[in-house]
């Protein structure tokens, strides 16, 4: 019943932006703060943001702070991920989360729930 589906992901070239969707259903989604986090090939994986309930508070791992934007719309049960400046080292599966804080930044698969993944590939 439980749903988080993201959407969004692409191939884009160096320097260039997508925006990441992920459609939350069977569960109150306002109450859940929430997190993207993503796995480049061959490697584990990385907290990259999070977000609280209101949408008020975000955070960003270092390599992301001031390309990448999280948000939420809760009127549409939606997180979003602005990618913009994307570098080939942002290549990788992205996934939506739910949390249990906003500063919240294990990887833990068996916490919260998890969307299947949109795939990033940004080559030239």
């Known amino acids: 019943e439980v749903q988080l589906v993201e959407s969004g992901g692409g191939l884009v070239q160096p320097g260039g932006s997508l925006r990441l969707s992920c459609a939350a259903s069977?569960?109150?989604?306002?109450?859940?703060?929430m997190r993207w986090v993503r796995q480049a090939p061959g490697k584990g994986l990385e907290w990259v943001s999070g977000i609280n309930r209101a949408g008020s508070s975000t955070y960003y791992t270092d390599s992301v702070k001031g390309r990448f934007a999280i948000s939420r719309d809760n009127t549409k049960n939606t997180l979003y991920l602005q990618l913009n400046s994307l570098k080939t080292e942002d290549t990788a599966m992205y996934y939506c989360?739910?949390?249990?804080?906003?500063?919240?930044?294990?990887?833990?698969?068996?916490?919260?729930?998890w969307g299947q993944g949109t795939q990033v590939t940004v080559s030239s």
């Open positions: 989360a739910t949390a249990p804080n906003a500063l919240y930044t294990g990887t833990n698969r068996a916490f919260g729930y």
């Open positions: 069977g569960f109150t989604f306002s109450d859940n703060p």
